[in-house]
Antibody, heavy 115, light 107 residues
């Protein structure tokens, strides 16, 4: 059974950092394209980052809204991906989902950016 | 960015009804169009991928069609568990984008 579980969410002040983790199981992680998607009432569903397998040299892509502030990474030995979020803004407040190429999704983790 | 325009934003229907939800892309997306269902408090669930391919485990009352810029999700006979919000999603361009959603509610 494919499983994805996000952790690391919470309340953080504007300008601070937070790191999300997505632990996975039930599929061949090392060849999977992995993504982060977020959802807020204001912006709806928004794809924000993607990381490809080792065969692509772990190529990454980002939405303009997070480029330069967020970093996606992966650890194939742990079947996990990460989202390092720096310089957080109030508009980053959302539920963050980890997905295997938008087919399988985790349950989501809430990030609230507020002073 | 490719913009995805969904319609209607709200749809009221009864059990047994045939319903259609539309999605229009701002440019040709070459059938790289998925449909998702989301219920309150849950993650989106993939129903249909690449326009007309039913995801494993999804009932056959769900179907998709379309090409170019215009796509449709059809539920042939609405069941009680089908109420929720539906999203279209394009993955033709490297920057994926979602529609704003269609809330399907009980009439």
């Amino acid at each position: 059974e494919v499983q994805l579980m996000e952790t690391g969410g919470g309340l953080v002040q504007p300008g601070k950092s937070l790191k999300l983790t997505c632990a996975t199981s039930g599929f061949t992680f090392s060849t999977a394209w992995m993504n982060w998607v977020r959802q807020s009432p204001e912006k709806g569903l928004e794809w924000i980052a993607r990381i490809k397998p080792k065969s692509t040299n772990y190529a990454t892509e980002y939405a303009e809204s997070v480029k330069g502030r967020f970093t996606i990474s992966r650890d194939d030995s742990k079947s996990s991906i990460y989202l390092q979020m720096n310089s957080l803004k109030e508009e980053d407040t959302a539920t963050y989902y980890c997905t295997r190429q938008l087919g399988y999704w985790g349950q989501g983790v809430m990030v609230t950016v507020s002073s | 960015d490719i913009q995805m325009t969904q319609s209607p934003s709200l749809l009221s229907a009864s059990v047994g009804d045939r319903v259609t939800i539309n999605c229009k892309a701002s440019q040709n997306i070459n059938k790289y169009l998925n449909w998702y269902q989301q219920k309150l408090g849950e993650a989106p669930k993939l129903l249909i991928y690449n326009t007309n391919n039913l995801q494993t485990g999804i009932p056959s009352r769900f179907s998709g069609s379309g090409s170019g810029t215009d796509y449709t999700l059809t539920i042939s006979s609405l069941q009680p568990e089908d109420f929720g919000t539906y999203f279209c999603f394009q993955h033709n361009s490297w920057m994926y984008t979602f529609g704003a959603g269609t809330k399907l509610e009980l009439k």
